[in-house]
């Protein structure tokens, strides 16, 4: 008798990857499918794609989605969870994308704790546009704009998104997490799967930070792209929990989400 060992979750799609052969984007995508089917808000999800590499993330999820501005995703995102509380929205977003172009949205959009999930996904780099130095570059790293290495004087300082997310006020959750073996991607899973609780619960503002490789353009094989998260990148960015309100404050004290979650008229999709 055959037994079912692997199976592509429910709302992701059978689409051929665009994504380069060590890229951990799709990896990622399948937490997230896996998380939208266990809490079974795919009828009423809305995915936020950002400008970058995962820009069609469309092809890759079969729930209703939208495409912002580069770094506009969270602007997007607030528009559709206070014109309708009732959707699940989560944003997908790189480095360059949510800590460069898009970080004044992205700190106001925490700040005010919208009921928002938060995917980000950093690699270091600007991967789409041909490897340019992003916020997250790391010392010494060589890109396209910083061919001699990055240096704190010309550039400063990596930018520790996660630690920043768990600084403000309006964060209920903020999590690292990396992607460079089955150990890490099962605790990848248990992060994603914590900050769709966040939003499904507290309707609150829950961010994951997950680390991620860029073989094409560190120009290394896809083996050694994993190895340089392990080696280099965790030791500039920590895996680890930074925030969790959840964690030490009894429910009863968590703010009430009004919109009854459930109460969606199945013909409209619309809040009854
Ligand atoms: C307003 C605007 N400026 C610049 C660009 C060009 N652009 C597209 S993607 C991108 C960088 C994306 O990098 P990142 O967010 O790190 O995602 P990755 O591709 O690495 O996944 C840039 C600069 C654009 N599309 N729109």
């Known amino acids: 008798m055959?037994?079912?060992v692997f199976e592509r979750p429910r709302y992701l799609c059978d689409a051929t990857t665009h994504y380069c052969a060590g890229c951990t984007h799709g990896t990622a995508h399948r937490l997230v499918a896996e998380a939208i089917a266990h809490f079974g808000v795919g009828e009423r999800t809305v995915a936020v794609a950002p400008a970058g590499c995962s820009v069609m993330l469309y092809k890759y999820f079969d729930v209703d989605s939208i495409e912002a501005a580069h770094g506009r995703a969270l602007a997007v995102g607030t528009g559709i969870k206070r014109a309708r509380p009732d959707l699940f929205v989560f944003t997908y977003q790189g480095d360059g994308d949510l800590a460069s172009i898009g970080?004044?949205?992205?700190?106001?959009?925490?700040?005010?704790?919208?009921?928002?999930?938060?995917?980000?996904?950093?690699?270091?780099?600007?991967?789409?546009?041909?490897?340019q130095m992003a916020p997250t570059t790391l010392l010494g790293q060589r890109t396209t704009t910083t061919p001699a290495g990055r240096t704190v004087e010309n550039e400063g300082h990596p930018l520790k998104m996660a630690e920043m997310m768990a600084a403000l006020e309006?964060?209920?959750?903020?999590e690292r997490v990396a992607l460079y073996d089955p150990k890490q991607i099962r605790r990848a899973r248990k992060a994603i799967f914590h900050a769709f609780e966040i939003q499904i619960k507290y309707n609150g503002f829950g961010f994951v930070e997950v680390l991620s490789g860029c073989p094409t353009n560190l120009r290394v094989s896809p083996v050694q792209s994993q190895k340089w998260?392990?080696?280099e990148m965790c030791k500039v960015f920590p895996l680890g929990l930074f925030k969790d309100v959840t964690a030490d404050t009894p429910e009863s004290a968590m703010p009430e989400?009004?919109?009854?979650?459930?109460?969606?008229?199945?013909?409209?999709c619309h809040a009854v």
């Open 229 to 231: 998260v392990e080696n």
């Open 257 to 268: 989400f009004e919109a009854d979650a459930n109460a969606i008229d199945q013909e409209t």
């Open 170 to 174: 309006g964060v209920l959750y903020s």
């Open 103 to 131: 970080l004044c949205e992205t700190m106001h959009a925490a700040n005010r704790g919208e009921g928002i999930t938060v995917v980000y996904v950093n690699n270091a780099v600007y991967g789409m546009t041909g490897g």
């Open 2 to 4: 055959s037994k079912v």
